[in-house]
């Protein structure tokens, strides 16, 4: 099999894949700006209004898994490309909604589009990169996710200061037909195994994770009954869906992934990790404002930091990871982070805008080590025909372990109060530094 695109091909098929996953990202993050803007127009509940957001994380975490199998089966790409033109009419259909509810429902289908390509991001960069440029390859899209992220409050209120609502998602149709127009002439080619679909597995695993995640949030809104019935009907679909597919040779939940030790060290780091920064990011807002007298726009601009040291030190990591162990680099990224979170939780009321900055420019930092080598170490430990399995198992990871966090800040919040910000951050601190440990423990096993 061909190692890697070459150049140009290989420049013109990354900005493809990057211009498609920052838009997905971005979606994920714009709209919640505009919540109060939608309800008020569309007259409606704001207690409604938040199914704009809840609609599109669902069908992104019940389709990951499935859209990454059906990806090895048929081709990255035939998943790929139909998801970027799905991206597109679901943007263009949020635009033209009249009503919350068609708005949600396009936000669905918009969500199907989303899940396709995250599912397939990995997949493609490891189709794309030789396997000596792969760690600079994913450090660079760290980088692009990093940012998109940080940047899609900035870019929605930009867009609310001058234009409606709906422009937030006709911003989309020019970036998705730029990614669709070059992907589909530079994309690789990657042929699946053609194995037959498995729509049984599939309905299961969209049961499990979908109640699974949304069974911890109901929990930490103190909903118990409705939480606990989510966590039970998670239990029941994921037991009937590891009982399904344990003895299949290219299983739907990769099962046969997750006996290689590196993979299974690398999901459980990467777990961890993202519940240790989703329980920063969440509480640090709290924190800035109510207990050191910061505005919202002083909030903002403070925790610029994190994501800005995350793009200078993703890249960096990225090219290490090609040449050393990313056990090591992991360790070393998550151990930095944790400072970085202890100190943050000692700030106090008279600490300075640079007293703040240091420390959120040191936890990105220490984040960004840590994040290109251990994706590519997960990509890699995979056989390249279940890439795309590996690739749905990193988003996986990466949403459950940010569900996790959140939804331990909100229990948090609720038993002791927004005071309770030092704490939760030292909580976090101890997250990161459990992630260090199993990704040192990497060390230990032959690759």
């Known amino acids: 099999m061909m190692d890697g695109l070459p150049t140009p091909r290989r420049y013109w098929s990354v900005i493809a894949i990057w211009l498609a996953i920052a838009m997905a990202v971005l979606d994920s993050s714009i709209a919640n700006v505009a919540l109060p803007t939608i309800a008020s127009e569309l007259q409606s509940s704001p207690a409604l209004s938040i199914w ?19 990806g090895d089966r048929i ?25 919350l509810g068609t708005l949600i429902a396009a936000r669905m289908f918009q969500g199907i589009g989303a899940a396709s390509i995250m599912s397939m991001n990995a997949a493609l960069l490891r189709a794309t990169y030789p396997q ?20 899609g409050p900035s870019i929605a209120a930009l867009i609310l200061s001058i234009a409606s609502w709906q422009w937030l998602f006709l911003i989309n149709l020019p970036i998705g037909l730029v990614a669709l127009l070059i992907g589909m002439r530079v994309l690789p080619e ?3 195994h053609g194995g037959r679909p498995n729509y049984l597995s599939a309905l299961y695993s969209a049961i499990a994770l979908s109640a699974l995640v949304f069974g911890i949030e109901t929990l930490a809104r103190a909903e118990t009954g409705i939480g606990l019935a989510l ?10 869906l590891v009982r399904r597919e344990w003895h299949r040779p290219a299983p739907l939940l990769p099962v046969d992934l997750l006996r290689i030790p590196i993979f299974a060290l690398s999901i459980s780091t990467s777990v961890t990790t993202f519940a240790a920064q989703m329980l920063a990011l969440v509480t640090l807002p709290f924190l800035l404002q109510h207990m050191l007298a910061r505005s919202v726009v002083e909030t903002g601009l403070l925790m610029t930091a994190w994501p800005l040291a995350v793009g200078f030190a993703a890249p960096l990591a990225g090219r290490l990871a090609d040449r050393f162990p990313a056990g090591l680099l992991g360790g070393i990224g998550l151990t930095v982070l944790a400072l970085g979170l202890l100190s943050l939780s000692m700030l106090g009321a008279h600490s ?6 240091w420390r959120m420019a040191l936890c990105g930092a220490g984040f960004g080590f840590f994040q290109s080598p251990n994706n590519r170490a997960m990509i890699t430990a995979a056989p390249r025909e279940r890439s795309g399995a590996a690739g749905g198992m ?12 959140a939804a331990t800040v909100a229990a948090g919040f609720h038993v002791m109060g927004v005071e309770s910000g030092p704490s939760l951050l030292r909580a976090a601190a101890v997250a990161a530094i459990v992630a260090a440990g199993i990704s040192m423990l990497r060390l230990r096993v032959r690759a």
Request: net charge positive.
């Open 52 to 70: 704009v957001i809840n609609a599109y994380q669902l069908v992104i975490t019940a389709l990951l898994l499935p859209l990454a199998a059906l």
């Open 75 to 99: 081709g990255y790409r035939r998943v790929y490309i139909p998801g970027i033109a799905l991206f597109v009419l679901g943007s263009v259909a949020c635009a033209m909604a009249q009503s």
């Open 132 to 151: 000596s440029m792969l760690g600079r390859g994913l450090g660079y899209n760290a980088l692009v996710l990093s940012l998109s992220a940080a940047s």
């Open 190 to 192: 990657v042929p699946g």
């Open 231 to 240: 966590l039970c009907a998670a239990l029941i679909a994921g037991t009937l």
């Open 352 to 357: 300075g805008d640079a007293d703040i900055l």
């Open 394 to 405: 990193l988003a996986t990871a990466r949403l459950l372990g940010q569900t996790c966090g």
